[in-house]
């Protein structure tokens, strides 16, 4: 079973979701992860696309959700905080754009779904990666709470940035995303849509997590 969230940068898909699969207990997917690890590998071969290519094929990206923390590793190496540099976050967009980039990382989620439950956030998921997914949810908030969000998370983690750094860097992400010509961000016509600008963090969870339990007891009885 494969529940997704989709939804612009800062709008809490994420951190929503880790938290439905800790109260749940079951797999998390992190999608924007793993497109973060492929900018880790653009990044090092200095943006010369023809050798990203080739170093992103013969790359190891292994991943797994433990302690409420998703892991990702890179040739056996753990990257889980490197990837949530601001350096990332300002290039990430236009890795995500490249319709070869996302082939192969959604050929990754969907190999790792084939078995358990899963619950995965992104930006085109329920369109594009799993358009038959079981559940879906689509998340959005206004740009300033997304970047008031995502700036007391770069915050915590020590990275030196203003709040203005980080709300222009998701406006332009939001432009990018929304645009792209491979998999441009947009709701699923099947989606719920949930906007969290005024919702606590615990109302969230709850309301995912209520749908997820009902999905599943209604599985249980077919």
């Not at 070869?100 to 990754?108: E, M, P, S, Y």
Request: negative net charge; charged residues 30%; aromatic residues 8%.
């Amino acid at each position: 079973m494969i529940v997704v969230i989709d939804g612009p940068a800062g709008s809490g898909k994420s951190s929503t979701a880790k938290a439905v699969a800790a109260k749940l207990q079951i797999q998390f997917l992190d999608s924007g992860a793993l497109y973060r690890v492929a900018t880790l590998v653009y990044l090092n071969c200095q943006k010369d696309y023809q050798k990203f290519f080739e170093q992103l094929e013969e790359s190891e990206i292994s991943f797994h959700f433990k302690k409420k923390k998703f892991h990702a590793f890179l040739d056996g190496r753990d990257v889980s905080d490197e990837i949530r540099s601001m350096e990332i976050s300002e290039n990430v967009s236009e890795v995500a754009s490249n319709s070869d980039v996302r082939a192969f990382v959604n050929q990754l989620m969907r190999e790792v779904v084939k078995q358990n439950v899963y619950i995965a956030d992104g930006r085109d998921l329920g369109t594009a990666v799993f358009p038959d997914a079981d559940l879906k949810f689509f998340m959005v908030a206004d740009l300033e709470t997304r970047a008031k969000r995502r700036f007391e998370e770069v915050k915590s983690s020590g990275k030196n940035v203003t709040l203005e750094e980080v709300k222009q860097n998701i406006a332009a992400r939001d432009e990018k995303d929304s645009n792209r010509s491979s998999d441009p961000l947009k709701k699923a016509d099947d989606a719920i849509l949930i906007d969290t600008s005024e919702m606590t963090f615990e109302e969230q969870v709850a309301f995912i997590s209520t749908e997820i339990k009902e999905v599943i007891a209604s599985q249980n009885k077919t």
